[in-house]
């Protein structure tokens, strides 16, 4: 559908406005009457910062499938019936493909925006302006280039430096105190500014740059940053010591303190009170071992937000090994390993000799005509496998050798980095498996 026929069908939900008036209307938060452990915490009085309308507000549908939105205006609500809000979306899920909306803007962004239109429309009995046009006024408004940044759990680095083109760095008291001098002196208090952006004072931090409006660029930065720590987690002391537990992470995705109680004898008065730390180490990233790393981290950082099927391919395939290596119990991180490696080298309908088919392709893409290392990779693959097989479906959990999970997790980054580097532009998985297919004359 085209933006033509967009502008044409919205005036299809104009009748569908359900308009209600708002009978109970709370005054002073303080006459929120909160209970248990909310009650104990307290609450900000805001309430007069509260800005008269449009509200969004929303509610969920009645089998918890979606949420309803409605705009609060001067004490009315404006809204549609639930079964009309199942093909209002759907119509706005239309624009999403189209250029001018395509990774700019969110589909709640649009909802919201498009629903504010068509209740104008609704209050005013008439078209104030065309919907494209109010669509194109806002989104030139709210869509921003935005730099967010995202601490690093247990990483310290000499330099900074990027993967693809997000950088990884780290803010030093004199740039904090120049931003302070220079941005915010006359707004806030050096105690507030302190308190608030002390806390980043010497972390390793991932930057990334975004160009959306505020919902969606917020979506896409964690979603880009996730990826750079997943790259940066293949060169973790992890792959090459499988014992060792990974704890490189963004801080938005670990809880890295906790604090809990503990009785003795079910008695509380004698409580002890614990605070718990996920760190084991800290990696230090120095300027060599960075730049020993810095063919992987374009490669692999170049891939953010690329759209070919080989990108994606990789992309999914590390974000996935990330989580893999985060996991302690080494049975089941073998068996979710070998899901990477079927993901890559076993054709979408293929359900038959599927171990046998995905061992060949890999080791022959792998090491190719060098029968020596085949043969010495194809033993720990073999025992990879077993171990797998033993777990799931006997419950029975084999001894693994570190020295062969260690070569099984280094040899799939090497997999994965050597996809990387296939410099067909056109790459399709399913070629790519003929192709191997066709070198074993299978």
Known sequence: MNEDQLQNE??????????????KKINNISDIQLKGSSAEKGFID????????????????????????????KGREFGFLEKDYKEFYKYVYQ????????????????????????????????VTENLMTYLFRNISKDVQNQTFYFPLLNMEIEKEFYIGNAKITYFTKQYLDEFYENKLSEELEKSTFSKSFGKFLGKVLVSVD???????????????????VDVLKLTSPTVTIPSERCFLELESRMPFDYEYLSFKDNDISKFTYHIGINREHELNYNSEMIESWSELFKEFGNLINKKDEKSILIANSISFYSKC???????????????????????????????????????DFRFDSNHKLKNKFR???????????????????????????REFQQEIVHILFMICKISSPNFHKEDFLIWLDKKANV
């Not at 969004?56 to 309803?68: A, E, H, M, P, V």
């Open 379 to 405: 033993l720990v693959l073999d025992n990879m496998y077993e171990i797998r097989h033993k777990m799931t479906h006997k419950s029975i959990r084999l001894y693994i050798d570190n020295s062969e999970l």
């Open 95 to 126: 624009f999403i493909s189209l250029d001018n909306f395509k990774e700019r803007v969110s589909v709640d962004y649009l909802k919201e925006k498009i629903l504010l239109w068509i209740v104008d429309v609704h209050i005013n009995g008439k």
């Open 210 to 228: 975004i160009e959306a409006e505020s919902k969606l660029a917020i979506s896409l930065a964690i979603k880009n940053a996730s990826y750079v």
């Open 10 to 23: 919205v005036f299809n939900f104009v009748p569908k406005i359900i308009e209600t008036k708002i009978e």
């Open 325 to 363: 290596i985060a996991e302690e119990d080494l049975h089941l991180r073998i068996s979710k390993l070998i899901m990477i490696i079927e993901s890559i080298f076993l054709k979408e309908d293929e359900n038959f000799k599927m171990e046998i088919k995905s061992k060949r392709r890999l080791l």
């Open 46 to 73: 805001l309430s007069d910062k509260i800005v008269e309308s449009p509200i969004i507000s929303r509610q969920n549908f009645s089998d918890l499938s979606d949420k309803k939105i409605f705009i609060l205006i």
